[in-house]
């Protein structure tokens, strides 16, 4: 079927599936070397557990994909992408996500550095902006521009070109942004043995490498959601009062009816 698909879309999955893997596949190296879990591990468990909420996300932007995409099956939780959630998403969330997180997670350390700046806000600061300028990059131009997704509606002033298939609604992207923000704090701030401050904690209450290694992997997956559905929680909140209303008139994808109002 992936070679069926236009090179685009080909070039989007590629990037799920291959970023993915090879992030939990450089994870679980890297504890295997440590003899603990490492935090790339972490987050990127983190990123995969909470892929779920991307089909009610998209339901709520009014997202839509190509129906050439392969889709998750019937039975996938709250699968309210409208035509199916693209069976690309959950490792694809991996990629989105820890891509930027490490990038911003390595900058942060090295600006605290050389500048002297408190790592906590540094890795924050530096998160935020990382992981706000990579989702515009990613959502707006790959997506939106080049058709690997379109957003059907938009909230009205909050929008870079409105009323158009190319449309891209800003705040998705600082929503993106303050889920970076909290993997990169995650990430980057660590002890003198590279444990995050979960990792401390987990150490703390129990004298157990596997209980710790299990709390440290349920705290990763509850932070992730918590982030993650505050975020989404404003986008769920104006599509139910009727405030995502801007879009064009045309189908978004040929033979294709929009995701209606």
């Known amino acids: 079927m992936m070679s069926e698909l ?19 596949a450089i994870g679980i190296w890297l504890s295997w070397q440590r003899g603990r879990l490492h935090p790339l591990l972490l987050v990127s468990i983190s990123a995969l557990s909470f892929s779920w909420i991307e089909a009610p996300y998209d339901w709520a932007v009014y997202a839509q994909f190509p129906p050439e995409l392969p889709r998750m099956p019937s039975w ?3 699968n309210m992408t409208w035509g199916g959630l693209p069976s ?30 408190r790592l906590p806000g540094t890795l924050l600061l530096v ?27 938009v909230i009205e002033g909050l929008a870079f070109w409105p009323g158009t298939k190319h449309q891209y609604p800003w705040y998705d992207s600082i929503a993106m942004g303050v889920q970076v ?6 990430l980057g701030r660590t002890d003198f043995q590279g444990r995050t401050i979960v990792e401390v904690w ?55 009816p929009n995701q209606p109002l």
């Open 6 to 24: 236009p090179l685009i879309l080909k070039i989007g999955v590629g990037f799920a599936y291959l970023g993915g893997i090879a992030f939990f």
């Open 76 to 78: 996938w939780p709250l």
């Open 88 to 117: 690309a998403v959950p490792p694809g969330y991996i990629a989105y996500f820890i891509l930027p997180t490490v990038i911003a997670a390595y900058l942060g350390r090295r600006l605290s550095g050389s500048l002297s700046w």
């Open 127 to 153: 998160g935020f902006v990382l992981g706000t300028l990579w989702a515009f990059v990613f959502n707006a131009g790959f997506g939106a521009r080049l058709g690997v997704f379109y957003y059907g509606y």
């Open 181 to 186: 923000m909290a993997f990169t704090y995650l």
């Open 202 to 256: 987990a150490d703390s209450k129990t004298q157990s490498r596997l209980r710790a290694s299990l709390l440290s992997i349920a705290v990763f997956i509850a932070i992730g959601h918590a982030v993650y559905l505050s975020v989404f929680a404003p986008h769920l909140a104006t599509k139910l009062m009727g405030l995502v209303t801007v879009g064009p008139s045309e189908q978004l994808f040929p033979g294709v």
